[in-house]
Nanobody, 126 residues
């Protein structure tokens, strides 16, 4: 079992930056692949990015590639999402998540994720 708590969201103007953090409870953080997802009002939750257990592999959705960077600090039990060049269409609640069991290096399939944070709201104004 792992509990996830996101932080770092808020209002920002288009073109600005934010860094989201997600801190996990427990001593086995480095055993988890981690992912970020987002859900805009009236839309389905969608994949944003995922990172392997020790950070060597990352995957991004096409919509954020080149603007967002996922990273992790296993000593701090924390995964980050650095978001640059933000656009109004990035407005959403952002969630970090972890799959309970996987042998994959990275996981894009939302259905594979078992543990979810409560989300942090990002609002980008034009």
């Amino acid at each position: 079992q792992v509990q996830l708590v996101e932080s770092g969201g808020g209002p920002v103007q288009a073109g600005g930056s934010l860094r989201l953090s997600c801190t996990a409870s427990g001593r086995t953080f480095s055993s988890y692949v981690m992912g970020w997802f987002r859900q805009a009002p009236g839309k389905e939750r969608e994949f944003v990015s995922t990172i392997s257990r020790f950070g060597a592999s990352t995957v991004y959705a096409d919509s954020v590639k080149g603007r967002f960077t996922i990273s992790r600090d296993n000593a701090k039990n924390t995964v980050y999402l650095q978001m640059n060049s933000l656009k109004p269409e990035d407005t959403a609640a952002y969630y970090c998540a972890a799959p309970r069991i996987t042998t994959a290096q990275t996981v894009e399939d939302m259905g594979a994720y078992n543990y979810w944070g409560q989300g942090t709201q990002v609002t980008v104004s034009s």
